[in-house]
């Protein structure tokens, strides 16, 4: 298949999921005949990144595969096509979702005694809820407690490949001293597919 027709078909597949797409998934959208080697599918998405350098929106590569977003800089300004104002994460939550990070998988237990204050159940059924945590089993001790840890969809949402990109812990005591927006844009509808506004972790002021 033709470079051209490759990357046009890669870029259609990538805006219209509204979801990272792995590279066995883009492989999949093809025909046994016409569908290209792994390493040029691969060549192709670096092309395809190239090609939308410097543009509003950037292809990225996260936990879940590739995916078109909008660039995070620009949040500001088409976070306001939604008319709801999200709600915002607070310190607690961002402090307990940074305990499970990077010490999972952790109990409760144990997220109490690095914060010193009491997890509240609220918090717990919102990381869930996002699909940010989950439980990967039970410590064998007395009322053997739940283990949490994160999931991909949480390296997906802040543009991780793997735990191991996460950033130093100084930058997320710094994002715990502010409120961040907790919802993302509305569902795209089955006609219109916008692309998804990356992350924006510049710092907000608290009102």
């Known amino acids: 298949m033709e470079r051209a027709r490759l990357l046009r078909i890669l870029e259609g597949a990538l805006l219209a999921a509204g979801e990272p797409l ?111 945590i989950r439980v990967v089993g039970h410590r064998d001790i007395p009322g053997r407690p739940a283990l949490y840890a994160t999931t991909r969809a949480f390296l997906d949402h802040f543009n991780l490949r793997s735990l191991a990109d996460l950033p130093p812990l100084e930058e997320i005591r710094t994002l715990a001293e502010e409120e961040l927006p907790l919802e993302g844009p509305p569902s795209p509808s089955a006609q219109v597919v916008p692309l998804p506004v990356a992350p924006d972790h510049r710092r907000r002021s608290d009102s």
């Open 22 to 132: 792995s590279v066995e998934r883009l492989l999949g959208l093809f025909e046994e005949g016409e569908r290209p080697e792994r390493a040029e599918l691969e060549a192709a998405l670096e092309a395809l990144a190239a090609d939308w350098a410097g543009r509003s929106a950037e292809l990225v590569r996260v936990a879940g595969g590739y995916r078109l977003q909008v660039r995070a800089e620009l949040a500001p300004w088409v976070g306001r096509l939604w008319e709801e104002k999200p709600r915002r994460y607070s310190r607690a939550l961002l402090e307990t979702l940074a305990v499970i990070a990077y010490r999972q998988p952790v109990t409760r237990g144990d997220i109490e005694r690095v914060r010193g204050v009491a997890v509240s159940s609220e918090i717990i059924r919102t990381l869930m809820e996002r699909d940010w």
